[in-house]
Every structure is written in structure tokens, then in C-alpha cells.
């Protein structure tokens, strides 16, 4: 039979998303199942989304605005950046995509540390692109020096994400202000900063207040998570005003509906409220660190709402003693286990499975 589609996407992974808590659940016999997989907030929308999100609904027979104007112009009032170097899109990977239609033609590289975001080999090779793959550190987190290292004259793009999903593990300024005067002038840096609202280190730099006005440097920020628009997926991010009108004309059209666009207004208005509930995250962070160190587990210090148990080999095994006991976590065959922050009862019935399972 002829084959109609890329013959090279036979070998990539899939996206793997977080398993259905009600079907673990039905599986189990049980009234609920735990999902701590997919790095949700776990406290509802903010106040006056739903609100905001019925409203537009009874105009989905509309296309949305196009231009996304009334957004961008929000973002750029919060952010203090000018309107024209912002791009939003569905959820920052969608945008990270973009930005590597944007910059990448066939054969052209893109670099990143690994283990990381598990999109970027897909956007990659979606692209065309070759992925440059360069190890973690015995920390867990980016080899800075080794990525610079890995620079060749095809480099196009360097994805960098600070905190990194899934390790939690953050680069702090020094160290990633020598990173990025290593880098070339032409060669696009895109810091993906889906969890920066998380980040309580004061020596982890804010990409955009740092390093927002390099003319290489691409931020990116999501909506998706400390923001709770997981469900509707609005991302952005901020560029010089030459590579945000690229993306822009690369973005699907109309992809941030008119509901979503009217959430992200809601959720912006609602600053003091999503710092409060960050900070719950923060205080249940730290909590589990800590509970899962005592239990024998080398837990990297985590700036995001998940931590990481370095498994190895054993990380399919634990996964699935989790799911055995009601509680979803997202394994990483060979390399680990990445637990989402939940609320004190969900973290809780998490450290109950995850001391039986260190007991197997």
C-alpha cells in the first residue's frame, strides 16, 4: 500500500497526556481517583472566568478577533512591553511550534536540554528540523556549558526551560547570563517560562524583565497553568517586534477563540487571587519535598507545581503501584516520575502510595 503520510513520523513519540482519573477510577471500583499527571492548578477557575466564558459563548456562531487586540493589549499593560512584540496562540507549546516554523527550514537544528518538555522533539520534527539533544546534569537540570557547545552554524533555535518540566530543576542568572553571551547573535534563544509564577528563588531570573529587550531572546509564558486556563489553552509570548510579527503570520487563524480570549481577560483582572492560590501551591511544593526526601527519595529542589522522583529504571513500576492506589502521576520510563502539586488531601493520599511503593 502506498504510504501517504512522512515515513520518518513512524518513529516519534506520541504526546502522552495525564490518564483520565474517571476511568482509573471505574477501573478500580473505587468513588474517585487522584490525577497529579498534568500539572493542573487543582482550584477551579478564577473568579468572573466563568462568568466571562458564558458570556462570550452565545457568540460562537462568530469567528473571534483575528488580531487577538483587546488581549494583547492587556498583556502588554501588565507586562510593561509594547504591544507589537507580543503573539498569543493556543497554549505556549503551540507558539514554541510556531516559532520553529518561523525560524527552521529542513536539516536546520534545534537544541535543548534532555530530559525536558516532551513536545519539543515532536515540534522538531514536525518542523523538518534535527534535534540536538544534550543531557541533564547530575542535578537534573540544563548543562549549560554542554549546550553551548553543541552550538554548530545550523543552530537556528535553543529552547530553554526555566523551571524545567519535568525535573523542576531552574537555572539562576549567572549562570544562564554566560549561557546567553556564548550564544550567537543568529541563533534564536525562546526562554519557556510556563511555570514562572511558582518561582520563589530570587536568584532565578524573570526572562522577561532580564533579558526581554536581547534582540535573540524569545519568552515564553502559558495561561494554561498558575492562570487555571488549562481547558482552554492561551499562551503568549514576547519578542522583538520583527519575530512576533513572523509568529503571527504563521499562527493558525482564529486559533485563540473568542472564549478563550475572554477568559484571559477575566484571569488577568484576578493578579491578588492567583498569587494567593500560587502560594498554597508553594507551601504543598515544599511540603512534599520534604515528605518524599524522608522516605529515602533524591528529590531535586522544584520551582514549578510538580516534583520529580529520579527512578531510573524503576519509574513505569512505581507509576503504576501509584495508579494501583487511586493516585495518577506521569512516569517517565528510565528516567523518573513527575508529580503534580495538588490540594493537601490529594498530596497526602500521593505520599500514602508513594510509601507503599517504596516498600515493594
Known amino acids: 500500500m502506498t504510504k501517504l503520510t512522512r515515513a520518518d513520523l513512524e518513529a516519534l513519540p506520541n504526546y502522552v497526556p495525564g490518564r483520565s482519573a474517571v476511568d482509573l477510577a471505574r477501573e478500580l471500583g473505587l468513588p474517585e481517583a487522584i490525577k497529579l499527571a498534568s500539572n493542573e492548578v487543582p482550584y477551579g477557575p478564577l473568579p468572573g472566568v466563568v462568568e466571562a466564558v458564558t458570556e462570550a459563548a452565545s457568540g460562537v456562531h462568530r469567528y473571534p478577533d483575528m488580531?487577538?487586540?483587546?488581549?494583547?493589549?492587556?498583556?502588554?499593560?501588565?507586562?510593561?512591553?509594547?504591544?507589537?512584540?507580543?503573539?498569543?496562540?493556543?497554549?505556549?507549546?503551540?507558539?514554541?511550534?510556531?516559532?520553529?516554523?518561523?525560524?527552521?527550514?529542513?536539516?536546520?537544528?534545534?537544541?535543548?536540554?534532555?530530559?525536558?518538555?516532551?513536545?519539543?522533539?515532536?515540534?522538531?520534527?514536525t518542523t523538518g528540523a534535527t534535534s540536538v539533544r544534550v543531557p541533564n546534569n547530575t542535578?537534573?537540570?540544563?548543562?549549560?556549558?554542554?549546550?553551548?557547545?553543541a552550538v554548530t552554524d545550523r543552530t537556528r533555535m535553543?529552547?530553554?526551560?526555566?523551571?524545567?518540566?519535568?525535573?523542576?530543576?531552574?537555572?539562576?542568572?549567572?549562570?544562564?547570563?554566560?549561557?546567553?553571551?556564548?550564544?550567537?547573535?543568529?541563533?534564536?534563544?525562546?526562554?519557556?517560562?510556563?511555570?514562572?509564577?511558582?518561582?520563589?528563588?530570587?536568584?532565578?531570573?524573570?526572562?522577561l524583565r532580564t533579558y526581554g529587550d536581547r534582540p535573540n531572546v524569545v519568552v515564553l509564558?502559558?495561561?494554561?497553568?498558575?492562570?487555571?486556563?488549562?481547558?482552554?489553552?492561551?499562551?503568549?509570548?514576547?519578542?522583538?517586534?520583527?519575530?512576533?510579527?513572523?509568529?503571527?503570520?504563521?499562527?493558525?487563524?482564529?486559533?485563540?477563540?473568542?472564549?478563550?480570549?475572554?477568559?484571559?481577560?477575566?484571569?488577568?483582572?484576578q493578579q491578588e487571587e492567583m498569587a494567593r492560590r500560587c502560594g498554597l501551591v508553594i507551601a504543598e511544593r515544599d511540603r512534599l519535598t520534604?515528605?518524599?526526601?524522608?522516605?529515602?527519595?533524591?528529590?531535586?529542589?522544584?520551582?514549578?507545581?510538580?516534583?520529580?522522583?529520579?527512578?531510573?529504571?524503576?519509574?513505569?513500576?512505581?507509576?503504576?503501584?501509584?495508579?494501583?492506589?487511586g493516585v495518577i502521576v506521569r512516569p517517565f520510563p528510565g528516567d523518573g516520575v513527575r508529580v503534580t502539586v495538588g490540594t493537601p488531601a490529594e498530596n497526602d493520599a500521593f505520599l500514602a502510595a508513594a510509601e507503599a511503593a517504596a516498600q515493594v
Not at 507580543?86 to 505556549?92: K, R, V
Request: proline letters at 6%; one cysteine or more; a negative charge.
Open 139 to 149: 542535578a537534573h537540570g540544563h548543562d549549560l556549558t554542554a549546550m553551548a557547545a
Open 221 to 269: 509564558r502559558t495561561l494554561s497553568k498558575a492562570w487555571g486556563l488549562a481547558g482552554l489553552r492561551v499562551g503568549f509570548l514576547v519578542a522583538q517586534p520583527e519575530v512576533a510579527a513572523a509568529v503571527r503570520k504563521v499562527v493558525t487563524p482564529f486559533s485563540t477563540s473568542a472564549v478563550a480570549q475572554a477568559a484571559a481577560l477575566a484571569a488577568l483582572a
Open 290 to 325: 520534604e515528605a518524599t526526601r524522608k522516605l529515602g527519595f533524591d528529590v531535586p529542589e522544584s520551582q514549578a507545581n510538580f516534583i520529580w522522583l529520579p527512578l531510573g529504571g524503576r519509574s513505569a513500576e512505581f507509576g503504576a503501584a501509584c495508579e494501583a492506589r
Open 158 to 207: 535553543i529552547l530553554v526551560c526555566n523551571p524545567n518540566n519535568p525535573t523542576g530543576t531552574s537555572i539562576r542568572r549567572p549562570d544562564l547570563d554566560r549561557f546567553l553571551d556564548a550564544v550567537p547573535d543568529d541563533v534564536l534563544v525562546v526562554l519557556d517560562e510556563a511555570y514562572r509564577e511558582f518561582v520563589t528563588d530570587p536568584d532565578v531570573p524573570d526572562g
Open 67 to 125: 488580531g487577538v487586540v483587546a488581549l494583547r493589549a492587556a498583556l502588554a499593560e501588565r507586562y510593561e512591553v509594547a504591544a507589537d512584540r507580543i503573539a498569543t496562540g493556543c497554549g505556549s507549546v503551540a507558539l514554541c511550534e510556531h516559532l520553529a516554523r518561523a525560524t527552521c527550514l529542513p536539516g536546520d537544528e534545534i537544541l535543548y536540554s534532555w530530559r525536558s518538555f516532551e513536545a519539543y522533539p515532536i515540534i522538531a520534527a
